[in-house]
């Protein structure tokens, strides 16, 4: 059974920084892209960025410089270290993958960036 599970949310002020994980089993990790997806609000989900198994890195204009996805194949875990973060990034951050065809989301993990 494929199970993906965030976590690492939270309330944090504006410049502040969050770690997210995304925990994952039921999956050969080290062989499947991995996806951070975020919903705010009133607003359609969205893509955040993506890591390769062989380790490319991929992010929205919007995070550029300010996030960074990686991944501990050994722990079966992705990660996604925020920093510098504005009001603009809260929402709710999903982990997504793909495998046979088949899209697997976790229960997401809220971020609330306020003063």
């Known amino acids: 059974q494929v199970r993906l599970v965030e976590s690492g949310g939270g309330l944090v002020q504006p410049g502040g920084s969050l770690r997210l994980s995304c925990a994952t089993s039921g999956i050969l990790f080290g062989f499947l892209k991995m996806d951070w997806y975020r919903q705010a609000p009133g607003k359609q989900r969205e893509w955040v960025a993506s890591?390769?198994?062989?380790?490319?890195?991929n992010y929205t204009d919007s995070v550029k410089g300010r996030f960074t996805v990686s991944r501990d194949n050994a722990k079966n875990t992705m990660y996604l270290q925020m920093d510098n973060l504005n009001p603009e990034d809260t929402a709710v951050y999903y982990c997504?993958?793909?495998?046979?065809?088949?899209?697997?989301w976790g229960q997401g993990t809220q971020v609330t960036v306020s003063s």
């Open positions: 997504k993958t793909v495998r046979n065809g088949i899209d697997y």
């Open positions: 890591l390769s198994m062989v380790g490319n890195r």
